[in-house]
C-alpha cells in the first residue's frame, strides 16, 4: 500500500510539472511580463497573482518568479505581495482538476467519466508531442500528457488507499485526530516534504475517499499546508538581495497569519457550536472546497494591510548601511510636488545627486572586481546599474514635466544640465557593468594577464577613477575648476590607451602574451576610455554652464584657445602622475 501511495505521488509531481511546465512554454515569457508590467496597484497585483498562479499551477514557482524579480530591482517589495496573496488562492484551481479523476458513471456518463478524459487526454498527447511540427502544438501535448499522468497519479493513490475505508484501525485513528495543532504540524511537515501544496491537498484528497475524514481533522491539515508549501520559496531566496529574502519571507509571514485568523476564526465558533458542518465526512470535491475557501477569504482580508506586512518584513529584516546607499531614491519624485515647482526642483536635484554618487560608486565596483572578483560583488554592479536604468527613466520623465512649469531661468539651465548629463550618468553605469562582465569571463575561464598588462591597466583604471571623482565632484558642488581638469585627464587616457595597445603587440610578437587576453585587455581599455568620455561631458555641461555659453562648438574653440597653457601644466603633471 505504502509503495502504491508513494508510487501514485510521484505521478502526480511529475504529471503537474510537466503540465506546469508546457504552460509555461506555451505562454512564452508573457507570464513573466504580464507580472512584472501589470503590478503598479496591489488589486492588479493580486488578481495577476491569481490569474497566473492558476495557468502555472503553482505558488511556489510564481512566488519565486517574484522573488526572482524583486531580487533585480524589477519589482518593489509592496508589488510583489500583491501577487503574493493572489498566488496562494490560484493554487488551488489543482485541487478542483483532481476532482475530475473522481468523476465516475455507467452508459452514456461513462464517456465523460475520469477515465475517458484521461485517456482522450493521453492519446492526444502522444499525438501533438510525436507528430506535432510546431513547438506550441508540442508544448500542447506535453500539458495533456502531464495532465493525463496527474490524474494517473490520483487514481493510484486512491485505489491504494480503498481498503482503508474498512479499516478499523485507520477509521479510528482518523476519528481520534482531534489535536488541531498535531494536525496542523503534520500538515507543514508534509507539504514540506512533498515542496508543493496542490500534492499534499491531493493526497488529503485521496484519503477523504475512505470517509474517514471529517471536516474538523481537514480544516487544519490544510491550514498547515499553506505553511509548509513556503519551504521551497525560502530555499529559492539563499543567495538573494535583502529584497529578494524579505519576499520569499513574506509569502511564509503570509501563509502563517492565514494560519492564525483561521484558528482564531474557526475554533471560537466551533467550540460554541456555531460550526454545524465541523463533524460533516470529508469527500474529494468538499476538501478541494474547504482549500479554496480558506486561502480566498484570508487572503483578500489582508489585502489592505499590504503597507503592514511590508513594514513587517523589514523589521524582521531590517536593511544596513550598503543597502539604504545602494537604494534608489526616486521615489521622492512625487507627482504632487509639482504644484510647488521650488519643491519639485529641489528635491529632483537631490535626487540627481543621488545617481552622480551612484554612478561614481559603480564604476569604482567595477573596478575592484578587476583585482579581485567575487560574485557578491558583481551582483552589486549589476543591481546598481538596474538603479541607475531607473534614475535615466523616472528622473528624466519627472524633469521634463518640471520643466513646462513656471520656473526661473537659473533653474530651467539647471533642469537642461541635469536632462544632458542623466544619460552621462547612465551609460557609466552600462560600462561599468561590461567591466564587471569582463572580470566575471575571466574569472570563469581562470584567465590572467601578464604582469606588465597588469601594471599598465592598474594606471589606466587609477587616472579613470580619478576622472570619474572630479566629474561627479564637480557635478555635486558645480564646480568648474574641478570640472576643467577632467579634459586633460581624457587626453591623457586616450593616448596611454593607444601606447598600452602598441606595448601588447610588442609583448604578442615576443610570446609575452597571448592574443585572447589581448582583446580582453582592449575590451576594458575600450570601456574605460567610454567612461572617461561620459566624464568629460559632464564636466564640459558644467564649464559651459559657468561660462554662460551654450553654444558647444564656439565654447570649446574659445576654451581651447584661452586655456592653452593651463590645460597644457594640467596634462604634463598627469603625464608624470599616471606614467605607464
Not at 491569481?50 to 508589488?79: H, L, Y
Request: charged share 20%; proline share 3%.
Amino acid at each position: 500500500m505504502v509503495l502504491k501511495i508513494l508510487s501514485g505521488v510521484a505521478l502526480f509531481l511529475f504529471g503537474m510539472s510537466s503540465m506546469s511546465d508546457g504552460l509555461k512554454k506555451v505562454a512564452g515569457n508573457k507570464m513573466e511580463l504580464i507580472l512584472y508590467k501589470l503590478t503598479n496597484s496591489p488589486v492588479k497585483g493580486f488578481l495577476l497573482g491569481t490569474a497566473v498562479t492558476c495557468v502555472i499551477q503553482s505558488s511556489s514557482a510564481a512566488t519565486v518568479m517574484v522573488v526572482g524579480f524583486v531580487n533585480s530591482g524589477m519589482m518593489k517589495v509592496s508589488q510583489a505581495i500583491g501577487v503574493i496573496l493572489g498566488a496562494n488562492i490560484g493554487t488551488s484551481i489543482t485541487g478542483w482538476i483532481v476532482c475530475m479523476s473522481y468523476i465516475e458513471g455507467a452508459g452514456w456518463a461513462s464517456y465523460f467519466s475520469s477515465t475517458t478524459i484521461t485517456a482522450v487526454m493521453a492519446i492526444i498527447g502522444v499525438l501533438l508531442t510525436m507528430f506535432g511540427k510546431k513547438d506550441t502544438f508540442k508544448h500542447t501535448g506535453n500539458i495533456l500528457l502531464g495532465f493525463a499522468v496527474l490524474m494517473t497519479g490520483m487514481s493510484m493513490m486512491s485505489g491504494a488507499v480503498a481498503p482503508l475505508k474498512s479499516d478499523p484501525i485507520f477509521i479510528d485513528t482518523m476519528k481520534n485526530l482531534t489535536n488541531p495543532f498535531l494536525s496542523m504540524l503534520f500538515g507543514i511537515l508534509f507539504a514540506g516534504i512533498l515542496q508543493s501544496s496542490s500534492a499534499a491537498i491531493g493526497v488529503l484528497q485521496a484519503l477523504s475517499t475512505t470517509g474517514a475524514l471529517s471536516f474538523a481533522s481537514v480544516y487544519p491539515l490544510v491550514m498547515g499546508i499553506g505553511v509548509g508549501a513556503s519551504f521551497p520559496v525560502l530555499l529559492s531566496a539563499i543567495g538573494a538581495n535583502k529584497n529578494g529574502k524579505r519576499t520569499s519571507f513574506i509569502y511564509l509571514l503570509i501563509s502563517i497569519i492565514c494560519l492564525l485568523l483561521g484558528c482564531l476564526v474557526f475554533y471560537p465558533l466551533a467550540a460554541a457550536g456555531l460550526i454545524p458542518f465541523a463533524g460533516m465526512t470529508m469527500d474529494p470535491f468538499s476538501t478541494a472546497l474547504t482549500n479554496t475557501g480558506f486561502r480566498l477569504v484570508f487572503n483578500t482580508l489582508l489585502l489592505p494591510f499590504i503597507p503592514l506586512i511590508k513594514k513587517l518584513a523589514y523589521i524582521i529584516i531590517p536593511s544596513d548601511a550598503a543597502e539604504l546607499e545602494d537604494t534608489g531614491d526616486f521615489e521622492k519624485l512625487e507627482a504632487r510636488l509639482l504644484n510647488n515647482p521650488d519643491i519639485a526642483y529641489a528635491t529632483s536635484m537631490e535626487v540627481m545627486d543621488g545617481m552622480a554618487k551612484k554612478a561614481k560608486k559603480n564604476v569604482l565596483r567595477a573596478i575592484r572586481l578587476l583585482e579581485e572578483y567575487s560574485p557578491e560583488g558583481y551582483k552589486k554592479v549589476a543591481e546598481l546599474e538596474s538603479t541607475l536604468n531607473k534614475y535615466e527613466d523616472k528622473l528624466g520623465k519627472y524633469l521634463v514635466r518640471l520643466s513646462s512649469s513656471e520656473i526661473s531661468m537659473e533653474q530651467s539651465r539647471n533642469i537642461s544640465k541635469s536632462l544632458q548629463s542623466i544619460a552621462d550618468f547612465e551609460a557609466m553605469g552600462d560600462y561599468a557593468l561590461q567591466i564587471a562582465d569582463v572580470a566575471k569571463s575571466m574569472n570563469e575561464k581562470k584567465q590572467t594577464f601578464s604582469l606588465a598588462a597588469i601594471d599598465e591597466l592598474t594606471v589606466i583604471a587609477a587616472a579613470m577613477e580619478e576622472a570619474t571623482e572630479l566629474a561627479v565632484k564637480a557635478f555635486l558642488n558645480n564646480d568648474a575648476a574641478d570640472a576643467k581638469r577632467v579634459f586633460p585627464l581624457r587626453e591623457l587616457i586616450s593616448l596611454s590607451s593607444n601606447d598600452i595597445k602598441k606595448r601588447h603587440i610588442k609583448r604578442l610578437k615576443e610570446g609575452k602574451c597571448s592574443m585572447e587576453m589581448g582583446f580582453v585587455q582592449a575590451d576594458i581599455l575600450a570601456d574605460m576610455t567610454r567612461i572617461v568620455d561620459h566624464c568629460a561631458n559632464i564636466s564640459l555641461d558644467i564649464v559651459k554652464f559657468s561660462n554662460q555659453d551654450f553654444d558647444v562648438h564656439r565654447f570649446l574653440r574659445k576654451y581651447t584657445e584661452e586655456n592653452r597653457s593651463e590645460y597644457s601644466d594640467i596634462l604634463r603633471d598627469y603625464e608624470v602622475k599616471y606614467s605607464i
